[in-house]
Nanobody, 121 residues
Framework: VQLQASGGGLVQAGGSLRLSCTAT????????MAWFRQVAGEQRELVAAINWIDENPHYADSVKGRFTISSDNAKNTLYLQMNSLKPEDTAVYFC???????????????WGQGTLVTVSS
C-alpha cells in the first residue's frame, strides 16, 4: 500500500489544521493506521492511531483532547484533526499502516512521506 499525506502548513498557536492521508494499492486489506511526528534530531513519536477492528482511537498524552484521528474507509483516507495547536506540535507528520500487532505501538510497516506542520507562537 502507498500512502500520500497532505494538509500541513503554517498556523498560529491556538489554530487548527487537518491532515489527510490517502492510501492506494492493496486497499482491500484492512490495517491499523496511525500518525507519527518527528522533530529533527529526535525520535519519531506516535501521535494517534486507529485500529481496523473496532476503530478505537489511541492518542499520545500530549495531544489528548486536542487531536482527533478518523478514517473514511470508502475513500481510503485517514485524517488527523488538530485543534488548539501549540508551538511544540511543530514537526513533520507521517502517516503509517500496519497489518498485525499492537496498533498503539511502533513499529509500523508502511509509511507515507511527511507533511510539515509549523505552529508559530
Amino acid at each position: 500500500v502507498q500512502l500520500q499525506a497532505s494538509g500541513g502548513g503554517l498556523v498560529q498557536a491556538g489554530g487548527s489544521l487537518r491532515l489527510s492521508c490517502t492510501a492506494t494499492g492493496r486497499t482491500s486489506i484492512r490495517y491499523h493506521m496511525a500518525w507519527f511526528r518527528q522533530v529533527a534530531g529526535e525520535q519519531r513519536e506516535l501521535v494517534a492511531a486507529i485500529n481496523w477492528i473496532d476503530e478505537n482511537p489511541h492518542y499520545a498524552d500530549s495531544v489528548k483532547g486536542r487531536f482527533t484521528i478518523s478514517s473514511d474507509n470508502a475513500k481510503n483516507t485517514l485524517y488527523l484533526q488538530m485543534n488548539s495547536l501549540k508551538p511544540e506540535d511543530t514537526a513533520v507528520y507521517f502517516c503509517a499502516v500496519k497489518w498485525y500487532g499492537d496498533y498503539t505501538q511502533a513499529p509500523y510497516d508502511s509509511w507515507g512521506q511527511g507533511t510539515l506542520v509549523t505552529v508559530s507562537s
